[in-house]
């Protein structure tokens, strides 16, 4: 799996002024849509803001997730090369359960 990221950004088109946006909020929801790039937008001329279309920023959240559980991954290869062996099973589905009855109850 490969994360590396290589950001193309365009000056003249990725960055806009927040006030811009907000009165062509339509125009900038479309393209954003349509690209997939950011627009970064601007308050008192300093980037301030990162506008994603939906399908961006899902994209974004799910190679994030990948990322995470790679190197959670990579963990647990290194420990189990090491000799550690982690928790029993039985161990795990307890403290699983403890956390799933804590999520419910906080409902």
Same mark, same amino acid.
């Given at each position: 799996?490969?994360?590396g990221?290589?950001?193309?950004?365009?000056?003249? *088109?990725? =960055? /806009?002024?927040?006030?811009?946006?907000?009165?062509?909020?339509?125009?900038?929801?479309? *393209? $954003?849509?349509?690209?997939?790039?950011?627009?970064i $937008?601007?308050?008192?001329?300093?980037a301030? =803001? /990162? =506008?994603?279309?939906?399908?961006?920023?899902?994209? $974004?959240?799910?190679?994030? *997730?990948?990322?995470?559980?790679?190197?959670?991954?990579?963990?647990?290869?290194?420990?189990?090369?090491?000799?550690?062996?982690?928790?029993?099973?039985?161990?795990?589905?307890?403290?699983?359960?403890?956390?799933?009855?804590?999520?419910?109850?906080?409902?």
């Amino acid at each position: 799996m490969c994360y590396g990221w290589a950001v193309q950004m365009d000056l003249k *088109e990725d =960055v /806009v002024s927040l006030t811009d946006f907000a009165r062509n909020t339509k125009k900038h929801a479309e *393209e $954003l849509a349509l690209g997939g790039r950011a627009r970064i $937008l601007t308050q008192n001329g300093k980037a301030s =803001v /990162v =506008v994603l279309s939906l399908d961006a920023f899902e994209k $974004l959240a799910r190679d994030a *997730e990948d990322y995470r559980m790679d190197l959670r991954l990579r963990g647990a290869l290194e420990s189990y090369a090491k000799g550690e062996r982690g928790d029993m099973a039985k161990t795990v589905m307890d403290r699983l359960r403890k956390r799933a009855k804590k999520r419910r109850n906080a409902r």
